[in-house]
Nanobody, 124 residues
Framework: QVQLVQSGGGSVQAGGSLRVSCAASEYTNSRDFMGWFRQAPGKEREGVASIYTGAGTTYYTDSVKGRFTISRDNAKNTLYLQMNSLRPEDTGMHYC?????????????????WGQGTQVTVSS
């Protein structure tokens, strides 16, 4: 059973930076999408960023392009999301995902494994 254990996140003022991490246990799929989703209060869960583990290709939703960076440390089997120039609208629970089952990277139904969630709060 694959487990995704998240850490990081927290609270910061607008313009600040945070990093969230996701350690994947017993997961060695070299051709998969891993990524991050977030859910703000009262809103749908949305895809934030994804990385294709085979080629290292990265994808971002438009609102975070140029501010967020997704990366993966293969040796540690750990996924990261570095978030810079944070805005209040970035506030929400952030989830790590893996085990892509097909379809668009930003489809929340397209992943078999989810982390426990990490809160990110950005104050104005």
């Amino acid at each position: 059973q694959v487990q995704l254990v998240q850490s990081g996140g927290g609270s910061v003022q607008a313009g600040g930076s945070l990093r969230v991490s996701c350690a994947a246990s017993e997961y060695t799929n070299s051709r998969d999408f891993m990524g991050w989703f977030r859910q703000a209060p009262g809103k749908e869960r949305e895809g934030v960023a994804s990385i294709y583990t085979g080629a290292g290709t990265t994808y971002y939703t438009d609102s975070v392009k140029g501010r967020f960076t997704i990366s993966r440390d293969n040796a540690k089997n750990t996924l990261y999301l570095q978030m810079n120039s944070l805005r209040p609208e970035d506030t929400g629970m952030h989830y790590c995902v893996a085990g892509w089952s097909g379809g668009p990277w930003y489809g929340k139904r397209n992943y078999n494994y989810w982390g426990q969630g990490t809160q990110v709060t950005v104050s104005s």
